[in-house]
């Protein structure tokens, strides 16, 4: 790590000591106990998932596998007691790296009983533990009441939505990475290769494990574009594909990228082709749209009405933008809400969250897919990733309905089969506009 990026690191860190020290002190704590996280085994099985670390101990440090404690007290430099089994079966941790060890009093142990026993040494106060060793922290003293409080927890997951400039350069520097990929995905389309070579072809050019990534790409060719989380990655069956959606990223030091691109090809339908021109356009000018203190759902609104102009010129809708945003109608075509926070998870949380120590603020029920309801401030990292799907599941009905005479049919028919269309960028929101950390990285 580089020391301008070190700085920042402990910057990071300050305000992480910060936000802590106002949350304990708001929650009648005294310190904060962070535990890393259990392996998640399968049932009847001696086989464990890949493992992700415990939200809030990513929030604060990006040493790696389970079972570590970080013990924050308020005015104290913060320790981690990091276990490091004596295991040959298994290759424990990589050593604390020096900008860790830098900032933390750092402890290796062989055991979770010595993790325990070490953090427990030197504290009479009231502790609270968060994590998902609950029978672990109970067994250990903590009572049941200071196990992930909530009152606490919404506290730290209302701060993670404003991310601090350590946290934003690590996410550049994942959309870089991820930039390979999607231009290695795009080349393997291009050349007739398949789903599974395209994923394959990301993968080998960020350099990334498959357990590694943020979430699973979703890599779709033609109708399966239409499927918003298209996991399956069809072989030669399918293959050459006239469109491609890809949505896909890379974490850097805990935090992931959350890019989609949908690539077209000379054997696309130019009318749908014209919609990805369409939609790259407006997906700029909302981007333009994200400023602090505006409700995030008057963007999603936005969204609607210019997918309504882009399906009018298109001529897929008959009638006009204000009588198909009062029927309903661009909402089948765009059943997903326009983004959500990003950093340590790719759905970040406190989306929908009503105030500082707690509450949820729910979508309107026309738009029950909307994971953000906050008001945007100023340092929010957020997708902005409106879409256009032509889903037999959710026209039927209009087809059927009363709205059966607004939408040019035949064109849909003609235009179901390349699937859909997605674009989506990570945004820093700005007071002196907004930081686009994809768009310098792909085009
Ligand atoms: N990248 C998947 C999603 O945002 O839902
Ligand atoms: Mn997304």
């Known amino acids: 790590m580089d020391s301008a990026l070190s700085t920042l690191y402990r910057e990071h860190v300050d305000a992480r000591s910060a936000a802590a020290a106002r949350a304990l002190s708001a929650t009648g704590f005294d310190r904060l106990l962070v535990h890393s996280g259990k392996p998640f085994t399968y049932f009847a099985d001696d086989n464990d998932a890949p493992f992700r670390s415990t939200p809030h101990f990513a929030h604060w440090t990006p040493l790696e596998g389970p079972g570590h404690l970080l013990d924050v007290v308020p005015g104290r430099r913060p320790r981690v007691f990091r276990l ?9 941790p990589r050593p604390a790296p020096s900008f860790v060890t830098d900032l933390f009093d750092v402890t290796d142990v062989a055991t979770p009983e010595e993790a325990w026993k070490a953090a427990a040494a030197s504290h009479g106060g009231r502790t609270a533990f968060l994590g998902e060793a609950a029978e672990e922290a109970e067994a250990n003293g903590i009572p049941r ?31 870089a990475v991820a930039s390979r990929g999607f231009a290695a995905a795009q080349t393997t389309f291009l050349a007739g290769g398949t789903e599974l070579e395209a994923h394959h072809a990301f993968l080998a050019a960020t350099g990334v494990m498959e357990e590694a990534l943020p979430y699973p790409t979703i890599i779709g060719f033609d109708e399966r574009s239409a499927t918003l989380h298209y996991h399956g990655k069809r072989g030669h069956e399918a293959a050459p594909g006239r469109g491609m959606l890809v949505d896909a990223g890379v974490s850097v030091r805990g935090y992931g990228c959350d890019i989609t691109r949908t690539f077209t090809s000379p054997r696309t339908d130019p009318t749908f082709r014209a919609l990805v021109v369409g939609m790259d356009a407006l997906q ?91 008001t945007l401030e100023e340092g929010m990292v957020i997708t902005n990733e409106p879409g256009l799907y032509f889903i037999p599941m959710l026209l039927e009905p209009v087809r ?22 997605r674009i989506e960028d990570d945004v820093v929101v700005g007071r002196e506009g907004n930081q686009n950390l994809t768009r310098p990285h792909v085009p």
Not at 84 to 92: K, S, T
């Open 284 to 374: 700029r000018r909302l981007a333009d749209e994200l400023r602090p203190e505006r409700p995030y759902l008057e963007v999603h609104l936005v969204a609607h009405r210019l997918i309504g102009e882009l399906l009018r010129e298109t001529g897929i809708l008959k009638v006009g933008v204000d009588e198909a945003l009062a029927s309903g109608l661009t909402r089948p075509f765009f059943p997903h809400g326009l983004g959500h926070f990003l950093g340590i998870q790719v759905h970040d949380v406190g989306g929908r969250q009503e105030r500082p120590d707690g509450g949820t603020k729910a979508p309107p029920a026309e738009h029950p897919f909307l994971r953000t309801t906050r």
């Open 145 to 175: 009441d200071a196990v992930n409080p909530p009152r606490l927890v919404a506290r730290l997951d209302w701060d993670r939505a404003c991310k601090t400039p350590y946290e934003v350069a690590c996410l550049l520097e994942a959309n």
């Open 84 to 92: 490091v089994p004596r295991d040959f079966w298994y290759e424990p």
């Open 400 to 421: 059927e309905g009363a709205g059966r005479d607004a939408i040019d049919w035949r064109l849909v028919d003609r235009l179901t089969p390349f699937g859909g269309i």
